[in-house]
């Protein structure tokens, strides 16, 4: 078997890892862009949403609703389906008390933001602990998307190959929305200038309620699409937070396709280092992250400060 064959896998998995942890960066960096504020929550966020996916999908390991029996006896599919978009949109709305939290910070030091962020993620995770415990659960997919399936004498993972092609549907669909439609236009403008989009008449409130809950409810798609390559525990929100922010900084703060380039390159560079040296799976990042702002600081895509041109 050539080098090229036996590294084919890896770089298939990193791609897909990649496209994911951008799928949670963009969300991210959503939020940072209109609201001025670094959500620490994100991580926790992500994992709620795979939670509530789980209510939603497994009688053994969702919440014991009675009404709920009718709708664990359908088949896989609409299941899935049914939790792919039910479970985002749950955690969208319950995510619009955080940003009210949030108001009495804006305008003032980052830091409040920050701390009280770091103290919702706190929350959220003990919140979890308390309705479904500490123990690992395992996400149900439909069978057809499961196990593997064998390709020039390898064996490839069939739901590592959907996942790449959820989350590059996902992140054009919010290229589209973002740069195709007018409500895409006010939220660009809302990143670039808070008070032209208030002095154009817009609901500045409103807009940053709706950015938050669009944003969180990223983090739970990808936390949806996670679960089953990582599991569903408490604290996997740190696995994902921690990503999205390297990828941000990497990609250029504001850069819709820096932040993607920058998660597909982190995703392989993860996905190669574990097929080589797996101890330095995740700290291949960093290097990554410092290899790049060593020579270019804003970024991959980040535009240039006044002090660069």
């Known amino acids: 078997m050539s080098t090229a064959t036996w590294l084919l896998p890896h770089l298939i998995n990193g791609v897909a890892l990649g496209l994911l942890f951008a799928l ?3 969300g991210f960096m959503l939020i940072i862009g209109v609201m001025e504020v670094i959500n620490l929550a994100h991580g926790s ?3 709620l949403g795979a939670y509530v996916a789980l209510a939603i999908m497994a009688p053994d390991g969702g919440l014991p609703f009675a009404f709920m029996e009718p709708f664990y006896a359908l ?5 899935y389906a049914i939790a792919l978009v039910v479970a985002p949109i749950l955690v969208g709305a319950a995510c619009m008390l955080l940003e009210l939290c949030l108001r009495p910070t804006y305008g ?14 706190l929350v959220i995770e003990e919140m979890i602990r308390v309705v479904w415990g500490s123990s690992e659960y395992y996400l149900p997919i439909p069978r057809d998307i499961s196990g593997g399936f064998i390709f ?3 064996i490839y993972s069939t739901y590592r190959i959907y996942a790449a092609i959820f989350a590059c549907a996902m ?27 208030r002095a154009l008449g817009f609901n500045l409130s409103r807009l940053r309620l709706l950015v938050f809950a669009f944003g969180a409810g990223l983090a739970a798609i990808a936390g949806i699409i996670m679960a089953p390559i990582w599991g569903v525990r408490p604290v996997v929100g740190i696995d994902a937070v921690i990503p999205a922010f390297v990828i941000i900084v990497l990609g250029g703060v504001g850069s819709f396709w820096g932040a993607v380039t920058a998660g597909v ?4 560079a993860v996905a190669l280092t574990a097929a080589f ?6 700290i291949s990042m960093y290097l990554l992250l410092l290899a790049v702002v060593t020579f270019r600081p804003r970024g991959i895509a980040g535009r240039a400060s006044i002090l660069e041109r």
Not at 75 to 79: C, E, G, Y
């Open 24 to 26: 949670i960066a963009l």
């Open 45 to 47: 966020i992500f994992a």
């Open 75 to 79: 088949p896989a599919w609409p299941r």
């Open 108 to 121: 003032k030091d980052p830091l409040y933001g920050l701390l009280l962020t770091f103290g919702a993620a």
């Open 152 to 154: 020039a004498d390898l």
């Open 171 to 197: 992140i054009a669909l919010l290229w589209f929305f973002l740069n195709r439609t007018p409500y895409g236009a006010v939220i660009k403008a809302g990143a670039h200038d808070n008070e032209m989009v």
């Open 265 to 268: 390159l982190v995703g392989l």
């Open 277 to 282: 040296v797996p101890d330095w799976s995740m």
